[in-house]
């Protein structure tokens, strides 16, 4: 199985702040890696699919890059609405298709 | 708008068993894979089971291999989990999702708002 080892595991920044999200795969998975958005007593929300490509509808500070095993997530300006548990999550091939252990964002 | 109702969750003794459904509507049910997700409370998410668009394949996570069944009607645009040999480490809320794209690639574009599951005695 392919594990993902997501860092931090939390964060505090303040609003404005860069912010950014790591994540590592146990294998090469090319680009197939997608970010998650939950908040708390919420279902999760897509933010980025294919490691770079921004979901219909979501702000523009959202970003992804990155190939192989390592990827990265940013909000750009950290808003008060973004304090959630933000989730990477692959796709390779075959099952199981397995998450990050979770990013939960407060604001400082 | 995609909409995904799921219900049939509540509380069972270890041994028991539960069917839970996901009512979808809104787009084409009958063209898209779909999923089942589920996060133990103060947890974080763990795919479970995925059905093809036809139910022609299906897999499952190792945790839950023998024990639950995914299964789907097209005709009802409904998905179902059944969970037997329920296990207390089975506590969690269900999600079901729906795949991004018709064709290849496991991204979870849209989500119900769960069911929570407990097992215990």
């Known amino acids: 199985d392919i594990q993902m080892t997501q860092s931090p595991s939390s964060l505090s920044a303040s609003v404005g702040d860069r912010v950014t999200i790591t994540c590592q795969a146990s294998?090469?998975?090319?680009?197939?890696l997608n970010w998650y958005q939950q908040k708390p007593g919420k279902a999760p929300k897509l933010l980025i699919y294919?490691?770079?490509n921004l979901e219909t509808g979501v702000p523009s500070r959202f970003s992804g890059s990155g190939s192989g095993t390592d990827f990265t997530f940013t909000i750009s300006s950290l808003q008060p609405e973004d304090i959630a548990t933000y989730y990477c999550q692959q796709y390779d091939n075959l099952p199981p298709w397995t998450f990050g252990q979770g990013t939960k964002v407060e604001i400082k | 708008q995609v909409q995904l109702v799921e219900s049939g969750g509540g509380v069972v003794q270890p041994g028991g068993s539960l069917r839970l459904s996901c009512a979808a509507s809104g787009f084409t049910f009958s063209s898209y894979g779909m999923h089942w997700v589920r996060q133990a409370p103060g947890k974080g998410l763990e795919w479970v089971a995925f059905i093809r668009y036809d139910g022609s394949n299906k897999y499952y996570a190792d945790s839950v291999k023998g024990r639950f069944t995914i299964s789907r009607d097209n005709s009802k645009n409904t998905l179902y989990l059944q969970m037997n040999s329920l296990r207390a480490e089975d506590t969690a809320v269900y999600y079901c999702?729906?795949?991004?794209?018709?064709?290849?690639?496991?991204?979870?574009?849209?989500w119900g708002q769960g069911t929570l599951v407990t097992v215990s005695s």
């Open positions: 999702a729906k795949d991004l794209r018709v064709v290849r690639g496991v991204i979870f574009h849209y």
């Open positions: 294919d490691a770079s």
């Open positions: 294998q090469d998975i090319s680009n197939y």
